[in-house]
């Protein structure tokens, strides 16, 4: 601009200024009245009318004179008027322009054309402004204004909505940000207490397994200690069944004997009126009989005896009887007893084997639901390392999260699981145990490329923006089939329990 105006200057350097003409057109003509007149003066003497038109030219110039300086003041108050409008002020004006014909006309024009050009720019300020605080309702006014102006203007509120839209939309983008930012914080930290309480629940599962095996074997063992019970009692039973019938064998003899001692008794008392008859019989013999009844006495004496004896061993066998009777209802009670037991026995027999199969199935559920809560861990753990890539893509080399992706597949803790831990131990049989390295070894690689490419100028390139995205839709599809690849593995070791459900 000042070099612009530097050339115009130096353009009109040699070129008079109006005012400079002015002066000498007016001036030479001033000089040349003058000289008419005192000429006329000098060779005519006072004249009138030679007099007239020389004082007439004299009074036009002057008055020439003066309107032409009064229109180069507002010429020159223009000239200033630019000049400061040219430094930028855009509020001075020019005035005092009352008849001064089509210079006035011009400066009335110049005034409204710097009214618009100021109202342009308050108004672009303004709109500015406001913009610059954060409103974006003050929109720029282009009522009153013509042409490029109101067009300008328009453009101008055209750009404030889409500044606006930006905004907003960088409003919502620092919003998602900062809630991913939280929210992946957030979820790092519960997936590590996860983590925390799924090792917990891990190895408490593996000691519930451990305590639901040994319940399982002790059912065994004592399903068959019941057994054995069984086996003993049905032997007892069978015994005081034995004894019940020797028992009462022993009572129908008892009734045997009874009858025999009571035949004895009956024989002993004919005995003895025998032998009273026999003593009659031999006092009536006298003499002759004495003899015959020595031995009517003795065999009296005898059936005496006889008969005693009887009755001792009949008070005897009747004691007997009534011990053999008491045993054989104790042995009738032992019986109904053992029968009893017995029941009770086959009964609890029934439902402990009831018990030992629940305690074998027990251990089946208790076995699925270990291995489900650790590949629950498994899945977590994978998570967590996934989440530590996203969030290490933001991040320097010397973030923990960087730092956490930068393991190889077989050092993470389900690497470690699958090459040298309970993975290989019992599940190596597994179809999907042999499928899952592959899938967890592109998890790994597909982390660690993805952020060697967030490195590179991402933001400015769309090849490595999309290389980016790629990585991570490749690494998130060999997490998904990580994640069925260890359902599947445990539902494989587990199938005859499951296919049992």
Not at 160 to 185: D, G, P, Q
Not at 315 to 338: G, I, K, P
Not at 458 to 479: C, H, K, P, T, V
Request: with cysteine; net charge negative; hydrophobic share 40%.
């Amino acid at each position: 601009m000042h070099k612009s105006r530097s050339t115009r200057n130096s353009s009109n350097a040699n070129i008079p200024f109006i005012r400079v003409q002015q002066q000498i057109i007016f001036g030479s003509i001033l000089i040349a009245a003058i000289a008419i007149l005192g000429y006329s003066l000098f060779a005519y003497g006072f004249d009138f009318v030679l007099i007239t038109l020389p004082l007439i030219v004299i009074i036009a110039s002057a008055f020439g004179h003066f309107s032409g300086t009064r229109q180069l003041e507002v010429l020159d108050r223009m000239h200033e008027l630019m000049v400061k409008t040219g430094r930028g002020e855009l509020h001075h004006r020019i005035t005092k322009t009352k008849g001064m014909g089509e210079i006035g006309v011009v400066a009335w024009e110049l005034n409204e054309f710097l009214d618009q050009v100021e109202c342009y720019f308050k108004e672009v300020d303004a709109s500015f402004r406001s913009v610059a605080s954060g409103d974006y309702s003050r929109m720029a006014l282009d009522t009153g204004l013509p042409g490029q102006f109101k067009q300008s203007l328009q453009r101008i509120n055209l750009s404030i909505e889409t500044m606006k839209e930006n905004t907003e939309l960088l409003s919502r983008n620092e919003l998602a940000a900062a809630l991913h930012s939280v929210n992946a914080r957030n979820l790092i930290s519960n997936l590590k207490n996860s983590q925390a309480d799924l090792v917990k629940i891990s190895e408490q599962m593996a000691h519930v397994e451990n305590v639901a095996t040994s319940n399982g074997e002790n059912a065994e063992n004592s399903t068959a200690m019941v057994a054995d019970i069984t086996q003993s009692l049905i032997n007892i039973d069978s015994s005081i069944q034995s004894v019940a019938t020797v028992i009462r064998a022993l009572g129908e003899d008892s009734a045997k004997v009874t009858e025999s001692l009571s035949m004895i008794t009956g024989i002993a008392d004919q005995t003895n009126l025998l032998a009273l008859n026999a003593s009659i019989e031999a006092a009536r013999a006298g003499e002759h009989g004495r003899g015959f009844a020595v031995v009517a006495d003795e065999v009296k004496k005898l059936s005496h005896h006889t008969k005693d004896a009887a009755v001792d061993v009949a008070n005897t066998l009747q004691s007997f009887n009534d011990r053999v009777h008491e045993m054989t209802q104790e042995a009738d009670s032992a019986t109904a007893l053992a029968t009893s037991i017995k029941d009770k026995i086959d009964d609890f027999e029934s439902r402990f084997a009831e018990f030992s199969k629940s305690s074998h199935e027990t251990v089946e559920y208790v076995a699925y639901a270990k291995d489900k809560s650790f590949g629950l861990l498994a899945k977590v753990d994978h998570i967590v390392f996934k989440q530590n890539g996203y969030i290490a893509i933001d991040k320097d080399e010397k973030a923990p999260e960087h730092q956490a992706v930068q393991v190889a597949p077989t050092n993470c803790r389900l690497g470690k699981w699958y090459f040298e831990g309970i993975g290989l131990e019992q599940f190596s049989q597994t179809h999907a145990y042999t499928a899952l390295n592959s899938p967890h070894e592109r998890v790994h690689h597909g982390v660690q490329d993805a952020l060697k490419l967030a490195k590179k100028d991402w933001m400015n390139d769309d090849i490595i923006r999309q290389q980016l995205l790629g990585r991570i839709d490749d690494f998130e599809a060999a997490s998904s089939e990580v994640m069925q690849l260890m359902d599947e593995m445990i539902d494989e070791k587990h199938g005859d329990f499951l296919s049992r459900l």
